[in-house]
């Protein structure tokens, strides 16, 4: 008897249908998690968590690092649609794009924190 039948009913998953993303909008979560893979830039979207916005130079405060890291990542985060920015004069403001990054980030903390 052959493993993949069972008296002549199909079994097999991929005789249902089976949910598959298209070529691109994989390539676009792959990105998103390649985004999220770095620990410097989840420490900056943990402090942005917590808060409506901070400025470069209180995340670089926070985090201990230079300024110009900090933007490095933070421009990187905005490209990936991630963080959305403010200028105030001479500041740039940082915050988490919306309430969909940030219910990503905090369920990815649950996992991680449960797992």
């Known amino acids: 008897?052959?493993?993949?039948?069972?008296?002549?009913?199909d079994s097999h998953p991929?005789?249902?249908e089976v949910p598959l993303l298209a070529p691109g909008q994989a390539v676009r979560?792959?990105?998103?998690f390649k985004a999220l893979s770095d620990p410097t830039r989840v420490r900056l979207m943990a402090a942005l968590t917590g808060t409506p916005e901070l400025c470069v130079s209180?995340?670089?405060?926070?985090?201990?690092?230079?300024q110009s890291a900090v933007s490095h990542q933070l421009?990187?985060?905005?490209?990936m649609r991630l963080l959305r920015m403010r200028r105030a004069g001479r500041h740039i403001f940082y915050a988490l794009d919306d309430d969909h990054i940030l219910r990503l980030f905090e369920q990815g903390l649950d996992h991680v924190r449960h797992g």
């Open 58 to 66: 209180d995340l670089s405060t926070l985090l201990g690092m230079g």
């Open 14 to 16: 991929l005789g249902q």
């Open 29 to 32: 979560l792959a990105d998103l």
């Open 1 to 9: 008897m052959d493993a993949d039948t069972n008296n002549g009913q």
């Open 75 to 79: 421009a990187y985060l905005r490209d």
